[in-house]
């Protein structure tokens, strides 16, 4: 898998967490517990 399809699905996996913290408190949780491993990714 090349970079750039790498950096499209990291945004929408963060845009799918985003939607997901407003309805479900563990969403929130999986967020920060993911934010290090998403940040890691995005370089």
């Not at 967490?17 to 929130?28: G, T, Y």
């Amino acid at each position: 898998m090349n970079t750039e399809t790498l950096k499209q699905k990291l945004l929408k996996l963060r845009l799918i967490i985003d939607s997901l913290k407003a309805q479900d408190p563990a969403a929130m949780k999986l967020s920060v517990e993911l934010e290090l491993l998403l940040k890691a990714a995005g370089q």
